[in-house]
Every structure is written in structure tokens, then in C-alpha cells.
């Protein structure tokens, strides 16, 4: 993980606990996500994942990578919820690479298994045509 990444990721905590807080006001949930290998994902992927799903309104994902890129968390779209997955994507935009590459969109897609609570994610610039996969498993919390 590059020293950026470890001094958002530091921070990560306390963003989790307000992101909690949020999901309580809002009488819905999150799923707090603990990805497996995240140095597989080249710093793209967090090792940690909060997914915010308030009983009305917008989901919302906050992350390290959302904290360094975004001044609140980002919006996602659902794209399947049903008794067995949720799956949804979200976008990072105007993002800057440690090398100094940027990406006017990094896209995110994210699986989450009801029973299981294990994730599959996948990253990558728009532009790109394959991109970077990481796994974890997910803890539904409501407080």
C-alpha cells in the first residue's frame, strides 16, 4: 500500500464511526467489508469497505480511496438486490495515481452474497478493459 493510502487508511476508523452513526439515524444498515490480499488491488482497493444502505435514500460507499478522492462518501446504484446477492457499482472520478497517471473515472463493482456475506470487487479505469479483483467478506451491521 503506498504511504498515502496508509495515512488515509488511518483515518479510515473514524469515518467508520460516523458512517455508522448515519445508518442509525437512518434506521437502515451497512455492511462493514474486510477485503482479503488487498495489495493485490495496487492500491486500488481498500482494505476496508463500509456500505451504507439507510432504510430511504441513497446507498453510499466510504472508503480510503472515497476519503482521498471525494470530500463525502460516493453515491452508489444498486444493480441487483434480492434474497440471495446485492451487487452495485459506484465511480471515483478525477482520480491521481502515486506515478502521477490520472483517470477521469475509476469504476468499482462490488457482490455481496446474503448468506455468506462474502464480496467480490472489481476495479479499473473506465478506459480499460480489464481491471483489478479483490475478495472479503461483509458484516451486516445496524448499529
Known amino acids: 500500500m503506498s504511504p498515502r493510502l496508509v495515512l488515509i487508511a488511518a483515518s479510515f476508523g473514524a469515518a467508520m464511526l460516523c458512517t455508522s452513526a448515519q445508518a442509525n439515524v437512518a434506521a437502515g444498515f451497512l455492511y462493514e467489508c474486510d477485503i482479503a490480499e488487498p495489495e493485490r488491488g495496487q492500491g486500488w482497493i481498500s482494505p476496508k469497505i463500509a456500505i451504507v444502505l439507510p432504510a430511504q435514500g441513497e446507498v453510499q460507499v466510504v472508503d ?3 476519503l482521498a478522492f ?3 462518501p460516493v453515491i452508489a446504484t444498486i444493480l ?4 440471495k446477492r446485492l451487487t452495485l457499482k459506484w465511480s471515483l472520478q478525477n482520480v491521481r495515481a502515486d506515478n502521477g497517471r490520472s483517470f477521469a473515472y475509476f469504476d468499482y463493482r462490488a457482490s455481496i452474497a446474503k448468506a455468506t456475506g462474502r464480496m467480490e470487487l472489481t476495479a479499473g479505469p473506465r478506459s480499460f478493459d480489464t481491471g483489478l479483483r ?6 451486516k451491521r445496524s448499529e
Open 64 to 66: 480510503a480511496l472515497t
Open 70 to 72: 471525494s470530500p463525502t
Open 80 to 83: 441487483r438486490d434480492d434474497a
Open 134 to 139: 479483490g475478495t472479503g467478506l461483509c458484516r
